[in-house]
């Protein structure tokens, strides 16, 4: 066996090759780098041992340094446990690798404090395998490494290794020591071990720049796709590829599939997702993510693998959906949740039962019995329930997918998830501790995680070499092409002060310093581009918002050239190669006269004029034939305020059932804390029979704590207590008004949250039907001659908002729900919404609304004619509004006039524009005219503006 050795090439994809040319060098050469002939040597000695996830390492010498408490750690060892095992493990295998045995040199190092921390912990390593009874610590890469070398230096004369030749493309002297050390063990022992020949050729440089990534990787991908003799090119990847991709793939060239090595892989994101839902205090955000977790695919046709079986999540996000808690009340809707899947099971199907003992699961470590917590500290085995079902459920899906080619990646997916628990469950059980703090955990669970990142187009068979560095390039190369020769982000730090240095040096330890480290990188970069007669670089100019340097190789190649060229480049200045016209070219100057060229490759080009895309000036549309089978059966406040506004978009959700993209929405801020007060005051009313005139404010904030963890268990997690204490107070105060204030006004409460159910008759398009009008009103009240009360509870930044729909005659809601109520006296109900947040009435009664004002005018009419009154008076409007809107629907006109007058102006919904609100008060004075009544809503909100064209994007 030949062995071809350089620094940086365990990752080269021509790592063996054979010659059968039947000279003394035909047989088989390896090429390898430091962790390839490691592995060689070991497997030669008989030492070969399997891998070890490096989390039990670090799991191991932590429980060492709790172990020895050494006082230069101890601190930072208290206050974050794992990185500090994490940074002095990294430590003492550098140590170690160096030749350091601090058991044997008998060095004082008490004026180290850390070589003098890391000898006390060394005592008490004992290395062996892991399942050893006396082993410490698992032997990493240092070890192996002085193991090999002590057993080269011992048997390597006698023992055969089967290794003919090693050719450095490194120079020798500039390896680490220890590399130096294994090398001469190894010549020691008969191998025939050669350096590498100065250059003596300076490759021809040309640099492209686009100014993006995108027309750097077209330009690249013109070349690659038309170029000859692919074989002799070697593709340097010094990126991702993603945008090369794309542009060989649409020249039907293979692809090159590198990823983004900073991309987190998305297998490692399962855990982290998982402990977050399952930790407490309850974080529904996170129990959501968990609820919804699934494994897709890059084929549409194939189902995406849920993590919860959805017939078990999609019960439990719709219960989140309209109380964003877990709670233990048997009414609230996550108990009721349980109780549906439980009731399943009375059909005796193998599905239903499954699904019930899964959500049994679920609920058992989410809400009964939960992971315990104390003082921050996590008690481990609370925690194995939880482990132990994700690891079956993770095992049952990859059991479950079958062998199709599309599936592959998901299968991949879950077995990387499974591979990650399984890593991270092993470094639990390595603590020695039966307690550690949750954030710990979650930095165990980063450091298991899987580091192979994920490309959305895989490498194909191609005559070409890909590497991802220029010390990889072969020396075979013809031509090399560099995409993304930048500048690295990266760079080594100083790992040893300059006094341990010279201590371990006293001690034999010659230690690698980084500057040394870069300058051996560099130098193989350096040789591995000179390898090559031809060096074509494409770099962007900027990328990711910020500009590009090239990388540093390049200035190293350019002064090679300009002594090698002297004539060219008198001055022999870095920057006069680097500029000139025949190394860097622009992008845009490779073509000229109809023709794209880059050295032999010459493609004729045309101009493509642009796709011109026109926004569009009206949204409603007219369309020939019956829709009928549009119209509602049944109505609600929010339809019919939706179809006063917007019919177009009411057909696309309500009719067609177009919707966003996402299937569950847990409520928040204020739409959370709205629904909490209203059970609050829903609650207050039913257990005090509707008498609340002796409700005091104590009872109000115990019925709000009660209710927190149910409707808002958002107020329950770690830095919210302040913002609960102050919504707490705020809704205490604010339905103490509500109650005085009704019950000065004579109004005694009846119902809270009250359902109702109406037959309306209209007539659509010449004909009568009936629809029911369905919905709840909040609160519910009488006068002493039963005059009913209707207040509609609202919590919201802004109550001008409400006053002025009551102004302008836009309280539809209210209206709604007096024409619904049932007035024994015939007298019309009083209505009147209450503004939680303020603790206001706005109302056309002055007995609740002090501020109003019988004569306001409407705002939109500087003339002062306009509604202006109860809205009890505003439904035989509404329903002459909804009779010609469901007409017009069902014989195919929709209309959208807001969204018109935005496509007339151009006006993004957005944007603020007094030509949009002048245009929206015509329109809604006209539909006045016509007695109907038109709302003016805030476009912004709107699902449908980007369907409509109106939102900036014409295509």
Not at 282 to 305: K, P, Q, W, Y
């Amino acid at each position: 066996m030949r062995i071809e050795f350089g620094w940086t090439l365990d990752r080269a994809p021509w790592q063996t090759r054979s010659k059968t040319d039947g000279s003394n060098n035909a047989g088989t050469t390896v090429v390898t780098g430091p962790l390839g002939l490691l592995g060689i040597l070991q497997t030669r000695l008989g030492t070969t041992r399997p891998t070890i996830d490096r989390p039990i390492r670090i799991a191991q010498y932590r429980s060492l340094l709790a172990q020895a408490d050494h006082p230069w750690y101890r601190r930072s060892f208290a206050n974050d446990p794992w990185n500090t095992a994490h940074h002095l493990l990294e430590l003492r295998d550098d140590a170690i690798e160096a030749g350091w045995k601090p058991h044997e040199d008998g060095q004082d190092y008490s004026e180290h404090p850390r070589l003098d921390a890391l000898a006390t912990v060394e005592s008490l390593v004992v290395v062996g395998p892991p399942h050893g009874t006396t082993a410490t610590l698992v032997p990493g890469r240092a070890d192996d490494m002085r193991e090999t070398l002590e057993l080269l230096r011992l048997h390597g004369v006698s023992w055969p290794l089967g290794i003919d030749s090693i050719e450095l493309r490194d120079k020798r002297d500039i390896l680490p020591q220890v590399w130096q050390d294994i090398l001469g063990a190894v010549e020691a022992a008969g191998v025939t071990v050669t350096e590498p020949a100065a250059p003596t050729n300076t490759p021809q440089l040309t640099i492209v720049r686009g100014p993006d990534n995108w027309s750097t990787a077209e330009a690249a991908a013109r070349y690659l796709a038309n170029v000859n003799d692919r074989e002799r090119i070697c593709i340097i990847a010094g990126d991702a590829t993603a945008v090369l991709d794309q542009q060989l793939a649409r020249r039907r060239a293979p692809t090159l599939g590198i990823a983004d090595s900073n991309a987190a892989n998305p297998s490692a994101q399962i855990l982290p997702v998982f402990l977050g839902a399952v930790l407490p205090p309850t974080d529904i955000r996170r129990v959501t993510e968990f609820l919804h977790l699934s494994f897709g695919t890059n084929d549409a046709s194939s189902t995406a693998a849920s993590l919860v079986p959805q017939g078990v999540s999609s019960v439990l996000l719709q219960a989140l959906a309209q109380e964003p808690g877990i709670s233990n009340d048997p009414e609230s809707a996550w108990m009721r949740a349980l109780d549906q899947l439980k009731s399943r099971t009375a059909e005796n199907s193998e599905i239903a039962t499954r699904t019930w003992e899964t959500a049994q699961a679920l609920d058992g470590f989410l809400r009964t019995r939960p992971p315990a917590i104390d003082s921050e500290e996590l008690d481990l085995a609370s925690l194995n329930p939880a482990m132990d079902w994700l690891a079956t459920r993770l095992r049952r899906l990859n059991g479950n997918r079958t062998a199709d080619t599309a599936q592959d990646d998901t299968t991949a997916l879950i077995a990387e998830a499974a591979t990650h628990l399984a890593s991270f469950r092993a470094a639990i059980s390595r603590l020695g501790t039966n307690t550690i703090r949750v954030r710990e955990l979650f930095d165990i669970a980063e450091s298991s995680a899987p580091t192979a990142t994920r490309v959305d187009a895989h490498a194909q068979a191609a005559d070409w070499t890909v590497v991802t560095s220029p010390a990889e390039v072969p020396e075979s190369t013809d031509t090399v092409i560099w995409w993304c020769s930048q500048r690295s982000a990266t760079s080594a730090n100083e790992t040893w002060d300059p006094a341990e240095i010279v201590a371990l040096a006293q001690s034999g330890v010659r230690i690698s310093t980084s500057t040394e480290k870069e300058r051996l990188r560099q130098a193989a970069e350096l040789d591995g581009l000179r390898a090559s007669p031809n060096v074509t670089c494409f770099c962007p100019e900027t990328s990711r918002g910020e500009p590009v340097t090239l990388h540093p190789v390049l200035s190293r190649l350019a002064e090679d050239i300009a002594v090698a060229d002297g004539d060219r480049f008198p001055n022999g200045s870095v920057d006069t190669v680097l500029s000139d016209p025949t190394v860097a070219r622009s992008v845009a100057d490779l073509i000229t006269d109809g023709t794209w060229q880059l050295d032999d490759v010459a493609i004729p080009t045309s101009i493509v004029s642009l796709e011109q895309f026109t926004a569009p000036n009206r949204v409603s549309r007219v369309l020939d034939g019956d829709f009928r089978h549009l119209l509602p059966e049944t109505l609600s406040f929010s339809q019919i305020d939706q179809l006063l506004s917007d019919p177009l978009g009411w057909t696309l959700e309500r009719g067609l059932g177009l919707s966003r993209g996402f299937t569950f929405d847990i409520p928040t801020d204020n739409r959370m804390i709205g629904n909490l007060v209203h059970a609050v005051v829903e609650y207050l009313v039913q257990t005090n029979d509707s008498d609340t005139s002796a409700t005091t404010p104590v009872d109000i904030a115990k019925a709000f704590d009660r209710l927190v963890p149910r409707f808002a268990s958002e107020l329950l997690l770690p830095g919210q207590l302040a913002r609960k204490n102050t919504i707490r107070s705020t809704a205490t105060a604010s339905l103490v008004h509500l109650f005085t204030t009704l019950r000065n006004r004579g109004i005694t409460i009846v119902g809270a949250e009250t359902g109702f159910d109406h037959d309306w008759v209209l007539t659509v398009a010449g004909e009568a039907m009936t629809v029911q009008l369905r919905g709840q009103r909040d609160l519910e009240g009488a006068f002493s001659d039963s005059r009913p009360a209707i207040i509609d509870l609202k919590w919201a930044n802004y109550e001008k908002r409400y006053r002025t729909m009551i102004d302008d005659g836009e309280a539809v809601q209210l209206s709604v729900y007096s024409h619904t109520s049932d007035s024994p006296t015939g007298a019309n109900p009083l209505t009147a919404y209450f503004m939680l947040k303020q603790g206001r009435f706005i109302s056309t009664d002055s007995g609740l609304d002090e501020n109003f004002n019988a004569g306001t005018a409407d705002s939109f009419d500087d003339d002062g004619n306009g509604l202006g009154g109860d809205p009890v008076g505003l439904w035989p409007m509404i329903q002459a509004s909804i009779e010609h809107t469901l007409s017009a629907i069902a014989t195919g006109r929709f209309d959208s006039l807001n969204a018109d007058v935005h496509a007339e102006f151009g006006v993004n919904p957005h944007t603020k524009s007094t030509q949009v609100d002048k245009a929206l008060k015509t329109i809604k004075a006209d539909e006045l005219d016509e007695d109907r009544l038109f709302v003016a809503k805030n476009q912004s909100y709107s699902n449908f503006n980007l369907i409509y064209g109106i939102a900036g994007d014409h295509s």
